[in-house]
């Protein structure tokens, strides 16, 4: 154990004398084991090696600020080889994570998600003997480990160009980026990595993909223990910022919005941002019916020109279930404050509203493609393509909540729009169940890339949609569209493949009372 202790802790030293940190590479590479790795989490030895990372790492921001203060007119000699020091810490850094990296994953077999990412790094495995294989147990540990070591990389090269980036350049954020993403695919129950993707598009002035990534890391599984209150902030500034955007005629975003992909369907955006900020605190204000008709009809518009792809729409979505699911966790927070109870009505209206607009739309379109079968019947148009993602997330959304929607039938705050919601719910499975045919039925066998994006998330945890994710009539998690040895169907047939499904969770909504008011044709 000794031997374990001193590998690992003498990274501890290393971090305080940068130049030796090829002889801790080399006494790495010598073979990481099981001992090694056990002492390391028994003992928080990674914590404890970030924190004082994060120590160096501040001294030198903080150094940075001084001479940004000063405006650079003074030592500016000194504050080129402070940044030389800062580049050179952050370059050090980054390789003992990276070779951390290689180390798990050349020395413990049967743990495929750490391999697949080391592939994707193209790090060779070293040439240590066998390979050991993961104690029972241990492999959950490991992935933590990895996640923990990918969103370290991705803080790491954030900094650098938070510090490093002169004003008035554009920052260069996809190696960032990247290391929060590939940090979501080995562990998405974590709530950290959408945080930190937070923080990003906020330096971009992207108040919409910030209040998105906030409530994804306040609904996961293991949520970041800042997301509420960071989510509260976000909201305060998009307040402070309608005013402006209302004065420019919805133009712009924010001054620094400078990214094509902010700009599309901005108005949809900051319509949809102003409701969100406005709703978070229970609060009717003048004109709210009208302001939700507006924002549907002016993302119903960006639908049908193509303004915005399903990316966007499926962020919308996401952050509407996650803004009821909220106000949900707030209620039995406190049950004594009403304004979170209007909270949750108010989301859950604006749930159903959206989705009625998105199932009208979606039969608008569908309409000419009822009498098509085959490869045709497969090439739908693009609107189509939009909505069929994004309304899978709906569909589970729909069988969690339809004893409750069943219930508000009788309610008459809900009363109308919950009809709306049924009838044209019933009226789009109906043209669907008579346009597709049982020798087109696609089944997919993985999870599709919106199965994947929520997998982690707390929205959908529940045994009515667990077939999403599971492979039929089994407990096993669905592999990856990505996984190694997945054979892909082609964009058309996973098209098919959702309006099956869709279909399917038809069935399962069919026993509640509520669609029995409206016909539904299924096949018996």
């Known amino acids: 154990m000794e031997v374990s202790a001193s590998k690992y802790l003498m990274a501890v030293s290393i971090l305080t004398r940068p130049s030796n940190a090829q002889t801790f590479e080399k006494s790495l590479n010598t073979g990481l084991k099981q001992e090694d790795f056990d002492f390391a989490l028994s003992h928080g030895v990674e914590d404890r090696l970030w924190e004082l990372h994060l120590k160096i790492n501040n001294h030198f921001r903080n150094q940075l600020k001084n001479f940004r203060d000063l405006k650079g007119k003074k030592k500016p000699v000194e504050q080129r080889k402070t940044a030389k020091l800062y580049l050179d810490f952050i370059k050090t850094s980054q ?28 790090l060779e495995a070293s040439s240590i003997g066998s390979q050991l294989q993961a104690k029972p147990g241990a492999r959950e540990a490991l992935l933590q480990s990895f996640h923990k070591t990918l969103v370290r990389l991705g803080d790491l090269s954030r900094y650098r160009e938070t510090e490093l980036v002169k004003k008035g350049k554009e920052y260069n954020w996809g190696p960032a980026i990247g290391y929060y993403d590939l940090a979501i695919t080995v562990w998405p129950e974590s709530g950290m990595p959408y945080n930190q993707l937070a923080i990003i598009a906020n330096m971009d002035d992207d108040h919409f993909s910030a209040l998105y990534y906030l409530y994804r890391a306040l609904c996961a599984q293991e949520p970041n223990p800042t997301a509420r209150p960071n989510i509260e902030m976000e909201l305060k500034k998009i307040q402070a910022l309608e005013e402006d955007w209302h004065n420019s005629n919805w133009s712009s975003l924010a001054p620094a919005a400078n990214h094509k992909d902010q700009k599309l369907g901005l108005a949809s ?59 949900g966790e707030r209620i039995q927070d406190a049950l004594d404050l009403p304004e979170h109870f209007y909270a949750f009505y108010y989301s859950q209206r604006l749930n159903i509203k959206t989705l009625t607009v998105l199932l009208r739309l979606l039969q608008a379109n569908y309409q000419n493609l009822g009498d098509q079968t085959g490869s045709s019947f497969a090439e739908m148009n693009p609107i189509v393509q939009c909505i069929l993602p994004a309304l899978r997330h709906y569909s589970s959304w729909m069988l969690i909540r339809a004893k409750l929607l069943s219930a508000q039938l009788e309610e008459e705050f809900f009363k109308v729009e919950v009809q709306e919601l049924w009838r044209a719910y019933a009226s789009i499975l109906t043209l669907l169940n ?87 044709l299924f096949p018996l």
Request: glycine share 6%.
């Open 95 to 122: 390789r003992f994570y990276r070779g951390y990296i290689q180390s798990l994953a050349s020395q413990f077999d049967g743990v495929p998600e750490i391999e697949s990412i080391a592939n994707r790094f193209h």
């Open 269 to 327: 955006k900051l319509r949809f941002l102003v409701l969100h900020a406005r709703l978070y605190n229970g609060c009717s204000f003048p004109d709210h019916e009208k302001w939700e008709n507006d924002m549907l009809s002016c993302i119903a518009a960006d639908l049908k020109t193509g303004t915005f792809g399903s990316n966007v729409l499926t962020k919308m979505i996401l952050v509407n279930i996650a803004a009821e699911f909220a106000a």
């Open 434 to 520: 008579n346009a597709s045919h049982k020798d087109s039925i696609i089944m997919v066998h993985y999870l599709l890339e919106e199965d994947e994006e929520v997998a982690g998330s707390k929205l959908f945890d529940d045994d009515l949609v667990k077939h999403r994710f599971n492979l039929q009539g089994s407990l096993v998690r669905k592999p990856k569209w990505h996984n190694q040895g997945v054979e892909r169907h082609h964009p058309n047939l996973e098209m098919l493949g959702r309006v099956h499904a869709f279909i399917q969770d038809g069935h399962t909504l069919a026993k509640y009372e509520a669609s029995k008011h409206y016909k539904v």
